[in-house]
Antibody, heavy 117, light 107 residues
Framework: EVQLVESGGGLVQPGGSLSLSCAVSGFTITNHYMSWVRHAPGKGLEWVADIKEDGSAKHHADSVRGRFTISRDNTKNLLYLQMNSLRADDTAVYYC??????????WGQGTTVTVSS | DIQLAQSPSFLSASIGDRVTITCRASQDISRYLAWYQQKPGKAPKPLIYAASTLQSGVPSRFSGSGSGTDFTLTLSSLQPEDSATYYCQQVDSYPITFGQGTRLEIK
């Protein structure tokens, strides 16, 4: 069964750090771009970051560039998002997804990040 | 950045109705447009990719059309389970962007 399972979310104070993981089963991430997308309360979907199959290219949204870093471990079929200098407006459900050329076709169930003092 | 303007933001329709949601891109994105359905507390579900190709398993009452800057998502005969928020997404260039969403309510 194809499955993406995010973990690592939680409550963190402003300025703090959090590391999200996405465990993939049912396919090998080696052959695919992978993405992170977030959904803040009461707002729309926002793309956060993408990483190429071999990790040689990464793209981050302007809103997180310099604070968040996407990475992957193809040997473990894992995707990561390291989040530093967290702000209140980073509060959201974070989803990992498999990215194809034309869309994101498989999504995890999401992990909730709350930034609050 | 490529902006996507969805309309309407809210739509109320009855079972069996035909509804159309539009998505306008701020520049030519060819056919690099996807549509998603999201229900509260759930992950987005892919519906359409490459503007008009139906994702596997999606009912045929969903259809997409368009190219360049103007796109539409059509539901030909509304069902109760279609109550959700719908988003368009462009994957032509970075940063990837989404429309602001269209909330569809079943009367």
């Amino acid at each position: 069964e194809v499955q993406l399972v995010e973990s690592g979310g939680g409550l963190v104070q402003p300025g703090g750090s959090l590391s999200l993981s996405c465990a993939v089963s049912g396919f090998t991430i080696t052959n695919h771009y992978m993405s992170w997308v977030r959904h803040a309360p009461g707002k729309g979907l926002e793309w956060v970051a993408d990483i190429k199959e071999d990790g040689s290219a990464k793209h981050h949204a302007d809103s997180v560039r310099g604070r968040f870093t996407i990475s992957r471990d193809n040997t473990k079929n894992l995707l990561y998002l390291q989040m530093n200098s967290l702000r209140a407006d980073d509060t959201a459900v974070y989803y990992c997804a498999r990215k194809l050329r034309h869309n994101m076709d498989i999504w995890g169930q999401g992990t909730t990040v709350t930034v609050s003092s | 950045d490529i902006q996507l303007a969805q309309s309407p933001s809210f739509l109320s329709a009855s079972i069996g109705d035909r509804v159309t949601i539009t998505c306008r891109a701020s520049q030519d994105i060819s056919r690099y447009l996807a549509w998603y359905q999201q229900k509260p507390g759930k992950a987005p579900k892919p519906l359409i990719y490459a503007a008009s190709t139906l994702q596997s398993g999606v009912p045929s009452r969903f259809s997409g059309s368009g190219s360049g800057t103007d796109f539409t998502l059509t539901l030909s005969s509304l069902q109760p389970e279609d109550s959700a928020t719908y988003y368009c997404q462009q994957v032509d260039s970075y940063p990837i962007t989404f429309g602001q969403g269209t909330r569809l309510e079943i009367k």
